[in-house]
Every structure is written in C-alpha cells, then in structure tokens.
C-alpha cells in the first residue's frame, strides 16, 4: 500500500505533524511526503502548456508526483487552518493539480486513472469554522480522484495543542486502520 501526504503545515513538529505523525505510523506500506514549506513546489502560472503538450514546464518536485500519481491507493491532506482556509501553501502547491484537471479533457490521456481513499486532517487555534477547509479539500481529492474516508479536527490547539488531543489522536490511529483495511479489501476485490 502506497499512501501520499500533502502537507500544508510549516512546523515539523506542530499539532499538525502530531496527528500526521499517529496516522502514518499505523499505516501499512510506504508513505510519500510532499511538503508546501519544504519541498519549494511552485504554483500553476496557468501558462496552458498543459493545454496541448501534456506536461507541465514548472521543473521542481512536482514532476515527481505526476509520474508516480498512479502508485498510490491513499491520498492525506493535512494542514493548518488559516483564516478558516487550509494554508495558503497548500492551496499553492495543489494548484499544480490543475495539470490532471486539464487533461480530463483530453480523454485518451486522462493522466489520474486510479481511485484512491482520503483522510483530511484540519488543526486551528481557534474554535471557528472548517467548512471552507473541508470544501477546498474536497477539490483536492476530487482532482486526485480521491474519496475521503474520514475527517480527523483538532482544534482549540492553543489551549490544547494536538499532541495531547486524545480524541483526535484515536481518529487519527482508526482511520489508518480503517484504509489498511480497506486497501486488503479492494485487493482481494471484495
Ligand atoms: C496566518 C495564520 C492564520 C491563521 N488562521 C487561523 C484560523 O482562521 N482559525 C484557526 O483556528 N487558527 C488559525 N491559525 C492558527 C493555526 O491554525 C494553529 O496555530 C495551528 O494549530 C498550527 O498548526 P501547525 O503547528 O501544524 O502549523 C492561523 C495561523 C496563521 C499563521
């Protein structure tokens, strides 16, 4: 089992690299991490190469993902919450999804061909709302032909930070078990 990460938190060891960290040590298989801070992933320009050609002119770590996007039976998004979004750099870094978007168009070489299972991780100080979050996410995983399986909050994170959000922390543990399920169920074609 293959699982990618996209993370939109700038902290190695924030709240959300806590419940990431729970997740994806109860995960089966290999994880792949691409990070909005630290992988210095640029943003879709819209130059529209993508319109006619089929690759992306944006050489960086991206390129990466677009050939190995079909290796992959999980998809987790997790981030901050910045002003009830997901973090800036995450909706940056997945503007570079676009090149699947377009090529929906070109229907003999729709470049996103396998369905994968989400989980979307969403940490804020505050106690405010995720509904923008979760709609953007939404987007992402529809781009990544993802269905999300299960949403892991913890909010409220400056009083109590992540790490010791025992609520959040069990979510994050079940839904991992749930997709190492999942993936053996699909495999056997249940
Ligand atoms: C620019 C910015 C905007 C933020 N906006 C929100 C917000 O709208 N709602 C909220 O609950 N927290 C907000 N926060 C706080 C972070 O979401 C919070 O500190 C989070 O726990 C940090 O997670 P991390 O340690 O994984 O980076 C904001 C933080 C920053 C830097």
Same mark, same amino acid.
């Given at each position: 089992?293959?699982?990618?990460?996209?993370?939109?938190?700038?902290?190695?060891?924030?709240? !959300?690299?806590?419940?990431?960290?729970?997740?994806?040590?109860?995960?089966?298989?290999?994880?792949?991490?691409?990070?909005?801070?630290?992988? *210095?992933?640029?943003?879709?320009?819209?130059?529209?190469?993508?319109?006619?050609? $089929? !690759?992306?002119?944006?050489?960086?770590?991206?390129?990466?993902?677009?050939?190995?996007?079909? +290796?992959?039976? %999980?998809?987790?998004? $997790?981030?901050?919450?910045?002003?009830? +979004?997901?973090?800036?750099? /995450?909706?940056?870094?997945?503007?570079?999804? *676009?090149?699947?978007?377009?090529?929906?168009?070109?229907? #003999?070489? +729709?470049?996103?061909?396998?369905?994968?299972?989400?989980?979307?991780?969403?940490?804020? &100080?505050?106690?405010? !709302?995720?509904? %923008? &979050? #979760?709609?953007? $996410?939404?987007?992402?995983?529809?781009?990544?032909? !993802?269905?999300?399986?299960? *949403?892991?909050?913890? /909010?409220?994170?400056?009083?109590? &930070? &992540?790490?010791?959000?025992?609520?959040?922390?069990?979510?994050?543990?079940?839904?991992?078990?749930?997709?190492? *399920?999942?993936? /053996? #169920? #699909?495999?056997?074609?249940?």
């Amino acid at each position: 089992m293959k699982t990618l990460v996209l993370n939109g938190s700038p902290h190695r060891k924030g709240d !959300t690299a806590a419940l990431l960290s729970e997740l994806c040590k109860n995960l089966d298989g290999s994880i792949d991490v691409f990070s909005a801070y630290h992988d *210095q992933i640029q943003p879709c320009d819209d130059c529209r190469q993508c319109w006619k050609k $089929a !690759t992306c002119r944006l050489d960086d770590k991206m390129q990466e993902l677009y050939q190995k996007i079909n +290796e992959y039976d %999980n998809v987790i998004i $997790a981030s901050p919450l910045y002003f009830s +979004e997901l973090s800036d750099s /995450l909706i940056s870094m997945c503007s570079r999804f *676009q090149y699947f978007w377009i090529s929906r168009f070109f229907k #003999e070489k +729709e470049l996103v061909n396998k369905l994968k299972n989400g989980v979307l991780i969403i940490v804020g &100080a505050g106690d405010g !709302t995720t509904v %923008n &979050a #979760e709609k953007t $996410a939404e987007i992402i995983f529809r781009h990544l032909k !993802t269905t999300c399986i299960g *949403q892991i909050f913890s /909010l409220n994170t400056s009083k109590l &930070a &992540a790490k010791n959000d025992l609520v959040a922390l069990k979510k994050a543990e079940d839904l991992a078990v749930r997709l190492n *399920q999942l993936y /053996l #169920e #699909e495999s056997l074609g249940e």
